[in-house]
Structures are given as C-alpha cells and as structure tokens.
C-alpha cells in the first residue's frame, strides 16, 4: 500500500504550484557560474547551457513544427514566460527544468545565449507532479499523453480519480475514458500518437469486438469517428445478444463502474448485468501476454 503525505499543491492547481515567484529583478541576473544551491528563489536569467532537462520528464514527443513555429516567436520577441527550475540534483553548477522544457528546446533553435528561469525548490516527487500536470494542461497534448499523465498521477502519487477532476477542471468520466484507452493494442496506442486516429475514434475503438481491425480500416478509408461507432456497434451487437443484459441498455451506475474498473486495469472492461437474475458477465479485454500477466499479478495480490 502507497503511503501518502500531506500534500497541499494538486488541490490547488499549478499556478499554486508555481507561485511565491519574487519581484523581477530581486535576483541575480548575471549568470556567473556557481552553485545552483545557493540562487535565491525567483526571477533570474541564466545561460542557456547551465539549464538542463528533466530524465524522468514525462512527455517524450514535442513536434518539429510547432518547436520551429515556437523559436521563430522567440527569435522575434524573446521567452516571454519564464521556465521554472530547480538546483540540478546531479550537477550543482547547473538547473534542471521544472517545467518549460518545450521552450528551451525552442530557444535553442533560436540561438538564444540566456534565458529568464524561476527558481524553486522542489523535491523529486513534486518535480514530476509539476511536471506531469504542465503537461496534461497543455491545448496540444495528445490523448495517450494525457491518459499516461493521469495513470502516473493516481499510480505515484495515490490521487484519485474525482481529486483529479477536481484540481485539473475535468470530469471524472473524462479522466476514466482517458485511462481507458491504455488497454487498446500497442499498434492502436502508435496510431494515436501519429495522429492517425483521434482520440474520438479510440473510444469509439474500445467497444468493439475486434478493434485492431477496425482501426486499420478507419486510418485505410479515413473513416469518421461516427463512422468508427457505427461499424464497432453492429459488430458487437450479435455477440451481446448472447450475453446476460438489462434489456433497457446499461445504467448510470453500471457505465461508471466500467469506467472505474478499466481506469484501475489500464485494460477495457464491459459489465454486461441480468436485471432478472442479479447475475452477470464481467470481460477484461488484454491486448498482448504481458497485460494478462498484470491481470494475474493483481488478482494474486487480492488473496
């Protein structure tokens, strides 16, 4: 069992992760070489080449034109945001990114010598709290990013679904939808992140019977996500017929224990419950042996 502190930042959102930022120009902003540790909290600029990225960074995927778009407003007005950073834990002499590191990525594309940073100091769990939440905020992010995102926030950290919701402004259904898509095929998972399919077309995906190939017919046509609904429902409905149902569709209830069960799995889950009998069918779908290894492994732990 995870053992959880007192934590006072995700409830708060990023910006109170991110605050206490002193006056610009109250720090030093020389960027003579010298122990990280000792830079006061706040606004400072140091050389680019004394800032360093985050190994445990989360997000592994920046797009080259978006980076090219994004040094190109640098080279013209300069880092108006600030990164945030923290003493490298590994080299005393330099900063480790916080959060920002698509903006230094930019800037050196821009030729940039220094760059304005914040300074924090944050431990390596806070680090990847901040950063994995920079990320699930940002407009661009892609949807296996974003579900990985809350996988490792609920998985590390021991947050739940509805505190998530709650601190990022989205709905639990959205979050456990998200997480949903982790069970689909690896093959499936790789169009997503081309961007192939969207992510309207993944969770049309999860209710089919056979989704691998129905994925690749909608990226072969360039099917419609409605298009991808319709094909998943009328190859799923003659194997339902067979199944225990409500007669009536599924319930509220039974739809967000799907949702919660697929969210904790990281697999898709269908609960397919008999009214009458007050019995009924719960199918776990693995895409490959090794998520059928962590299906066992989980149920082995339970005794």
Do not use: C
Request: overall charge neutral; aromatic content about 2%; glycine content about 8%.
């Amino acid at each position: 069992m995870v053992k959880r502190r007192e934590r006072t930042g995700l409830g708060r959102g990023l910006s109170a992760l991110l605050a206490d930022i002193e006056t610009p120009g109250t720090a030093p902003t020389d960027g003579q070489p010298g122990p990280a540790e000792a830079t006061p909290r706040g606004l400072r600029t140091v050389p680019i080449d004394r800032i360093v990225p985050n190994p445990d960074q989360p997000r592994r995927s920046f797009a080259e034109d978006a980076l090219n778009e994004l040094a190109e407003s640098i080279r013209e007005k300069g880092v108006i945001q600030p990164l945030i950073v923290r003493a490298d834990p590994r080299d005393s002499s330099k900063f480790q990114i916080v959060a920002g590191e698509r903006r230094w990525r930019a800037s050196q594309r821009a030729q940039l010598h220094d760059l304005p940073v914040i300074v924090r100091e944050f431990d390596d769990t806070e680090v990847l709290e901040v950063a994995i939440i920079e990320n699930i905020q940002r407009a661009d992010l892609n949807a296996l990013e974003e579900a990985l995102g809350y996988r490792q926030l609920i998985d590390r950290f021991g947050h739940t679904q509805e505190q998530l919701a709650t601190a990022l402004g989205k709905s639990r259904s959205h979050i456990a939808n998200m997480m949903r898509l982790l069970g689909l095929p690896e093959e499936i998972q790789d169009m997503l992140r081309a961007g192939q399919l969207s992510a309207g077309h993944a969770r049309a995906l999860l209710t089919a019977d056979d989704p691998l190939t129905l994925a690749r017919q909608a990226v072969a046509k360039g099917l419609s996500v409605r298009d991808v609904e319709k094909r998943a429902k009328a190859r799923t409905s003659g194997a339902a017929k067979k199944r225990p149902t409500t007669g009536g569709g599924k319930d509220a209830d039974t739809i967000a224990l799907e949702g919660d069960l697929s969210a904790s799995l990281g697999m898709p889950v269908n609960i397919a419950h008999d009214a009458a009998s007050g019995g009924g069918l719960v199918t776990i779908r693995y895409a490959d042996l090794e998520k059928l290894d962590d299906i066992i492994r989980l149920l082995g732990s339970s005794r």
